[in-house]
C-alpha cells in the first residue's frame, strides 16, 4: 500500500527546535568533565589517574590488533583501492573472517567483545593502511546496527540480529536528499499496516549502503488511533522487496567508500523490527553518536601519528641551502605543531574512549568535543604536511612512484581527512550541539525567563531558582587552585598548563554568564560567539587530556604501557612530558586568541554583508568568470514511488 508523504516541507524554526530539544537527553545522570569544565569546575579527579583497560580486556584487545596488524600490512594493497575506487571483496572478507565486523559485538553473540578503547586503536590500525577500510568498520559498528541494538534492542531483537551483526555489513540511513541535520523535516514515512510498518522515502549518503546487508533506517510514523507516531527506528534486511540502491557516490576522498542513494518503495517492515518505541528514532540516534563519534578521532590520531613520521623522515632528508629543511625555523614550526597535535589527537581518543568504557561518566559532551577538535585539526595536520613536503606533498603518490620516489599520499590524505569535518555532525552543527549541552545549567534555572510561551507565573519562579543558583554558583567563579603556585604539583613542568586550565575554565565560565546576562534568549543566534566558546571548551579539554597522559606516560601507567614499556616495548618516559609541555603552549596561544575574539570580532557585519550577498547585491563580483558545474537542480527530486534505475546494491 502506497502512502504519500508530507509535502509541507516549510517547518518554522521554533518546529525544527522543538523537535532537536525532544530528542537530546535532558538529565545528567552521572558526573561529565567536560559539562562541568564549561561551569568553570575543573574536575581533574573524573579523568586522573589515566583509566587503564582491564587486563582481560587488554589481553583480549591486545591479540586482535596483532592479528588485525599483520592481516593489514600484508594483505591490503591501499593503492589499489585508491586506483580502483573499490574495497577489494576479498579484503572484506578477510576482514569479516579476522572478526573485525563483530569488534563491539558482545561475545555471546559470536563478536569479539571489545571495549571502546581497543575498538578505536584498532581502527586507528585499519584508517592509517586505508582511511576507506576505517570508514567502513566505523559506518558498521559505530552507527550502524549493532550500537543501537546493543544499546536499545529486545533481547529477542539482540539473539536474532547481533550474530548476524558479527559476520555482515550493515549501515545507518537517516540523511535524505534536502533533510541534514534538521530532523523536524525528515520526510521518509513509516506507515502501520496490519502486523508491518509500509516504509517509503529516499535516502541519500548511506556509508555501507551499496553493500550492506542490514540497515537502519530513520523514518516518521504517522499520528494515529494507536500510535503516538514520530520519528522512528527500523532494522530492515536489504533483501526486502522494494529496495534500490539507485547510485554509488563518488567524493573527493574515501574513494574506496561504499556510499550510495537508497530508494524505498511499500518496503514492508515486521513490527518486531522496530528498536525502541514509536517517537524514540531521533533519542536512539543522538545516543548512539555519542559514542559513535569516537571512531573519528581514532582516525584523526592515525592520520596524525603518520604525519609525524613522514615529516620526521623527509624534514631530516630534504636538504636546502646547506641545511635539512626541518632544521629552517620556518619549517621546523611545522614540524613541531605536527607532532605536538599528533600526540595531542592520540591523547583525546584514548581518555576519551577509557572515559567511555567505564560507563562511571557521561561523555556526550566529551565525546563531541573529541570528534570537533580532532576533526578540526587533523584538516590543519594534512595541510602542514602538504606543504612541509612542498610540490611532492601536491603531487600523487602513485605519480612519485612512477617516476622512481617514495610513493607518499599526503595530497590523499589532505583529501580523506576532510570529510571529518563533516562526517556524524558538521562542525557548525557541532558547535551548536556542544553549545547546547554547555549552557543547559543556565537553561534548566533560568529558561523560562525568556522563554516567549513561559507564563508569566513560570517567569516569576524561574528568576526566584535563577537567583537562587547564581547566588551560589558566581562566587565559586572569583578564584580556585589554578592562582596558587603549588598546584597540581605531582605533574611537575606540567603544573603550571592545568594551573592555566582551571583558571581559563573559570573565565569562560563568566563570559558564558555575562553573554546570557547581555543577549538573553537572543545568545542563541550568537553562534559566532558559542563556536568560540565551544572551542576554547574543546582546547581545555585537549590540554587536560595530554597533561593526564603524559604523567601517565612518564611514569610508566599509560593505557598502552606496562612497566613502563608501551606496546611496541619502549617507553615514552619524560619525552612525552617535553611533547605536553610544546602542546599545551601552542594551545594557550590558539584559546587566548579565541577569548579575544568573544568580544572584539566581526561577526555582526559579516552577517549583514551576508544578507546583502544572499540578496544579490554584489552579483557583479561574479562577472567575468564561467561555471563550470554541470547543470541540474541543486537538490535531486526524492518523490516517493518505484524506482526507475537499475540497483547497484551487491553482497560481499
Given at each position: 500500500?502506497?502512502?504519500?508523504?508530507?509535502?509541507d516541507?516549510?517547518?518554522?524554526?521554533?518546529?525544527?527546535?522543538k523537535?532537536?530539544?525532544?530528542?537530546?537527553?535532558?538529565e545528567?545522570?552521572?558526573?561529565?568533565?567536560?559539562?562541568?569544565l564549561?561551569?568553570?569546575?575543573?574536575?581533574?579527579?573524573?579523568?586522573?589517574?589515566?583509566?587503564?583497560?582491564?587486563?582481560?580486556?587488554r589481553?583480549?584487545?591486545?591479540?586482535f590488533?596483532?592479528?588485525?596488524?599483520?592481516?593489514?600490512?600484508?594483505e591490503?594493497?591501499p593503492?589499489?583501492?585508491?586506483?580502483?575506487?573499490?574495497?577489494?571483496?576479498?579484503?572484506?572478507?578477510?576482514?569479516?573472517?579476522?572478526?573485525?565486523?563483530?569488534?563491539?559485538?558482545?561475545?555471546?553473540?559470536?563478536?569479539?567483545?571489545?571495549?571502546?578503547?581497543?575498538?578505536?586503536?584498532?581502527?586507528?590500525?585499519?584508517?592509517?593502511?586505508s582511511?576507506?577500510?576505517?570508514?567502513?568498520?566505523?559506518?558498521?559498528?559505530?552507527?550502524?546496527?549493532?550500537?543501537?541494538?546493543?544499546?536499545?534492542?529486545t533481547?529477542?531483537?539482540k539473539?536474532?540480529w547481533?550474530p548476524?551483526c558479527?559476520?555482515?555489513?550493515t549501515?545507518?540511513?537517516?540523511?535524505?536528499?534536502?533533510?541534514g541535520?534538521?530532523?523536524?523535516?525528515?520526510?521518509?514515512?513509516a506507515?502501520?499496516?496490519?502486523?508491518?510498518?509500509?516504509?517509503?522515502?529516499?535516502?541519500l549518503?548511506?556509508?555501507?549502503?551499496?553493500?550492506?546487508?542490514?540497515?537502519?533506517?530513520?523514518?516518521?510514523?504517522?499520528e494515529?488511533?494507536?500510535h503516538?507516531?514520530?520519528?522512528?527506528?527500523?532494522?530492515v534486511?536489504?533483501?526486502?522487496?522494494?529496495?534500490?540502491?539507485?547510485?554509488?557516490?563518488?567524493?573527493?576522498?574515501?574513494?574506496?567508500?561504499e556510499?550510495?542513494?537508497?530508494?524505498?518503495?511499500d518496503?514492508?517492515?515486521?513490527?518486531?523490527?522496530?528498536i525502541?518505541?514509536?517517537?524514540?528514532?531521533?533519542?536512539?540516534?543522538?545516543a548512539?553518536?555519542?559514542?559513535?563519534?569516537?571512531?573519528l578521532?581514532?582516525?584523526c590520531a592515525?592520520?596524525?601519528?603518520?604525519?609525524?613520521?613522514?615529516?620526521?623522515?623527509?624534514?631530516?632528508?630534504?636538504?636546502?641551502?646547506?641545511?635539512?629543511?626541518g632544521?629552517h625555523?620556518?619549517?621546523?614550526?611545522?614540524?613541531?605543531?605536527?607532532a605536538?597535535?599528533?600526540?595531542?589527537?592520540?591523547?583525546?581518543?584514548?581518555l576519551?574512549?577509557?572515559?567511555a568504557?567505564?560507563?562511571?561518566?557521561?561523555?556526550?559532551i566529551?565525546?563531541?568535543?573529541a570528534?570537533?577538535?580532532?576533526?578540526?585539526?587533523?584538516?590543519?595536520v594534512a595541510?602542514?604536511?602538504?606543504q612541509?613536503?612542498?610540490?611532492?606533498?601536491?603531487?600523487?603518490a602513485a605519480?612519485?612512484?612512477?617516476?622512481?620516489?617514495?610513493?607518499?599520499?599526503?595530497?590523499?590524505m589532505?583529501?580523506?581527512?576532510?570529510?571529518?569535518?563533516?562526517?556524524?555532525?558538521?562542525s557548525?552543527?557541532?558547535?551548536?550541539?556542544?553549545?547546547?549541552?554547555?549552557?543547559?545549567?543556565?537553561?534548566?534555572?533560568?529558561g523560562?525567563?525568556?522563554d516567549?510561551?513561559?507564563s508569566?507565573?513560570?517567569?516569576?519562579r524561574?528568576?526566584?531558582?535563577?537567583?537562587?543558583?547564581?547566588?551560589?554558583?558566581?562566587?565559586?567563579?572569583?578564584?580556585?587552585?589554578?592562582?596558587?603556585?603549588?598546584?597540581?604539583?605531582?605533574?611537575?613542568?606540567?603544573?603550571?598548563?592545568?594551573?592555566?586550565?582551571e583558571?581559563?575554565?573559570?573565565?569562560?565560565?563568566?563570559?558564558?554568564?555575562?553573554?546570557?546576562?547581555?543577549w538573553?534568549?537572543?545568545l542563541?543566534?550568537?553562534?559566532g560567539?558559542?563556536?568560540?566558546?565551544?572551542?576554547?571548551?574543546?582546547?581545555?579539554?585537549?590540554?587536560s587530556?595530554?597533561?593526564?597522559?603524559?604523567?601517565?606516560d612518564?611514569?610508566?601507567?599509560?593505557p598502552?604501557q606496562?612497566?613502563?614499556?608501551?606496546?611496541?616495548?619502549?617507553?615514552?618516559g619524560?619525552?612525552?612530558l617535553?611533547l605536553?609541555?610544546a602542546?599545551?603552549?601552542?594551545?594557550?596561544?590558539?584559546?587566548e586568541?579565541?577569548?579575544?575574539?568573544?568580544?572584539?570580532?566581526?561577526d555582526?557585519?559579516?552577517?549583514?554583508?551576508?544578507?546583502?550577498?544572499?540578496?544579490?547585491?554584489?552579483?557583479?563580483?561574479?562577472?567575468?568568470?564561467?561555471d563550470?558545474?554541470?547543470?541540474g537542480?541543486?537538490?535531486?527530486?526524492?518523490?516517493?514511488?518505484?524506482?526507475?534505475?537499475?540497483?547497484?546494491?551487491r553482497?560481499?
Amino acid at each position: 500500500m502506497s502512502q504519500p508523504m508530507r509535502t509541507d516541507e516549510h517547518v518554522d524554526e521554533r518546529t525544527a527546535r522543538k523537535a532537536a530539544e525532544e530528542a537530546r537527553e535532558a538529565e545528567w545522570r552521572l558526573p561529565s568533565f567536560g559539562r562541568r569544565l564549561f561551569l568553570g569546575e575543573f574536575r581533574l579527579d573524573l579523568v586522573h589517574p589515566h583509566p587503564r583497560p582491564g587486563a582481560d580486556d587488554r589481553a583480549r584487545g591486545d591479540a586482535f590488533l596483532a592479528k588485525l596488524t599483520e592481516f593489514c600490512a600484508n594483505e591490503v594493497d591501499p593503492a589499489r583501492i585508491e586506483r580502483d575506487a573499490r574495497i577489494p571483496d576479498e579484503t572484506l572478507r578477510g576482514l569479516r573472517d579476522l572478526g573485525a565486523f563483530g569488534m563491539k559485538v558482545p561475545e555471546r553473540y559470536g563478536g569479539l567483545g571489545l571495549g571502546q578503547f581497543h575498538y578505536g586503536r584498532a581502527l586507528m590500525v585499519a584508517g592509517s593502511v586505508s582511511p576507506a577500510i576505517g570508514a567502513l568498520l566505523s559506518a558498521h559498528q559505530s552507527i550502524g546496527v549493532p550500537q543501537p541494538v546493543a544499546m536499545f534492542g529486545t533481547d529477542e531483537q539482540k539473539e536474532a540480529w547481533l550474530p548476524r551483526c558479527a559476520t555482515r555489513i550493515t549501515a545507518f540511513l537517516l540523511t535524505e536528499p534536502d533533510v541534514g541535520s534538521d530532523p523536524a523535516r525528515l520526510r521518509a514515512t513509516a506507515v502501520p499496516d496490519g502486523d508491518d510498518y509500509v516504509l517509503n522515502g529516499v535516502k541519500l549518503w548511506t556509508t555501507n549502503g551499496v553493500v550492506a546487508d542490514l540497515v537502519v533506517v530513520m523514518a516518521r510514523v504517522p499520528e494515529s488511533d494507536g500510535h503516538r507516531g514520530g520519528i522512528s527506528a527500523f532494522v530492515v534486511d536489504m533483501d526486502t522487496p522494494g529496495i534500490t540502491v539507485e547510485n554509488r557516490n563518488a567524493f573527493m576522498g574515501l574513494r574506496g567508500i561504499e556510499n550510495g542513494v537508497t530508494r524505498f518503495h511499500d518496503v514492508r517492515v515486521p513490527k518486531a523490527n522496530m528498536i525502541g518505541k514509536e517517537g524514540a528514532g531521533l533519542k536512539i540516534a543522538l545516543a548512539t553518536l555519542n559514542t559513535g563519534r569516537l571512531s573519528l578521532p581514532a582516525m584523526c590520531a592515525a592520520n596524525g601519528k603518520w604525519a609525524v613520521k613522514i615529516a620526521r623522515e623527509w624534514s631530516a632528508e630534504r636538504v636546502q641551502w646547506g641545511r635539512p629543511v626541518g632544521r629552517h625555523e620556518a619549517v621546523a614550526r611545522k614540524v613541531a605543531f605536527i607532532a605536538a597535535t599528533a600526540y595531542a589527537m592520540e591523547a583525546v581518543h584514548d581518555l576519551s574512549a577509557r572515559l567511555a568504557d567505564d560507563a562511571r561518566n557521561d561523555i556526550r559532551i566529551e565525546a563531541a568535543l573529541a570528534k570537533l577538535w580532532s576533526s578540526e585539526m587533523a584538516c590543519r595536520v594534512a595541510d602542514e604536511l602538504v606543504q612541509v613536503r612542498g610540490g611532492r606533498g601536491y603531487e600523487t603518490a602513485a605519480s612519485l612512484a612512477a617516476r622512481g620516489e617514495r610513493g607518499v599520499p599526503a595530497e590523499q590524505m589532505l583529501r580523506d581527512v576532510r570529510i571529518n569535518r563533516i562526517f556524524e555532525g558538521s562542525s557548525e552543527i557541532m558547535h551548536l550541539l556542544i553549545a547546547r549541552e554547555a549552557v543547559d545549567a543556565h537553561l534548566s534555572v533560568a529558561g523560562d525567563i525568556i522563554d516567549p510561551d513561559a507564563s508569566a507565573g513560570d517567569k516569576a519562579r524561574a528568576a526566584a531558582r535563577a537567583g537562587g543558583f547564581y547566588a551560589r554558583w558566581l562566587p565559586t567563579l572569583v578564584t580556585g587552585p589554578g592562582r596558587r603556585p603549588g598546584s597540581y604539583a605531582e605533574f611537575g613542568p606540567l603544573a603550571k598548563h592545568l594551573r592555566y586550565v582551571e583558571r581559563a575554565s573559570r573565565k569562560l565560565a563568566r563570559s558564558v554568564f555575562y553573554a546570557a546576562g547581555r543577549w538573553q534568549g537572543g545568545l542563541e543566534r550568537k553562534q559566532g560567539f558559542l563556536g568560540r566558546m565551544v572551542d576554547i571548551g574543546a582546547e581545555l579539554y585537549a590540554m587536560s587530556a595530554v597533561c593526564v597522559r603524559a604523567h601517565a606516560d612518564a611514569s610508566g601507567k599509560g593505557p598502552l604501557q606496562d612497566g613502563g614499556a608501551n606496546a611496541n616495548g619502549r617507553g615514552p618516559g619524560k619525552s612525552a612530558l617535553l611533547l605536553a609541555d610544546a602542546f599545551c603552549k601552542q594551545s594557550r596561544v590558539r584559546v587566548e586568541g579565541l577569548f579575544d575574539g568573544l568580544w572584539r570580532n566581526t561577526d555582526a557585519p559579516d552577517v549583514r554583508l551576508a544578507r546583502a550577498v544572499l540578496d544579490g547585491a554584489f552579483t557583479w563580483v561574479e562577472e567575468g568568470v564561467l561555471d563550470p558545474s554541470i547543470p541540474g537542480p541543486w537538490i535531486a527530486p526524492s518523490e516517493p514511488g518505484p524506482s526507475g534505475a537499475e540497483s547497484v546494491h551487491r553482497h560481499v
